[in-house]
């Protein structure tokens, strides 16, 4: 089973957790031949790779807002004060 980086990176988190579950699903009830179940193992590593990724991103994204909004409230202060 080939897979390319790019078509992995494509997915949203979604798509690709939903992906990583049925590959578990399928290697733990399944009789795979080693081959089989290589190249699903491989696949789940790179999908695993990947939420891991969009979940390191979303939580940058979380904390930058969050950032954001101790400034502006800051700012707030600020006026209210003056």
């Known amino acids: ?4 980086t790019d078509e992995i990176q494509s997915l949203s988190y979604e798509q690709a957790f939903a992906e990583l579950e049925e590959i578990v699903f399928g290697l733990e009830t ?6 089989e ?7 789940g590593q790179a999908l ?3 939420c891991a990724s969009l979940l390191d991103q ?9 950032e954001l909004d101790a400034v502006d409230e ?9």
């Open 74 to 82: 800051l700012d707030e202060l600020d006026e209210q004060e003056q």
């Open 48 to 50: 695993a790779k990947h």
């Open 58 to 66: 979303a939580e940058l994204r979380v904390r930058q807002l969050n």
């Open 37 to 43: 179940a290589i190249a699903l193992f491989e696949r």
């Open 1 to 4: 089973m080939q897979h390319s």
């Open 30 to 35: 399944n009789q795979k031949s080693l081959d």
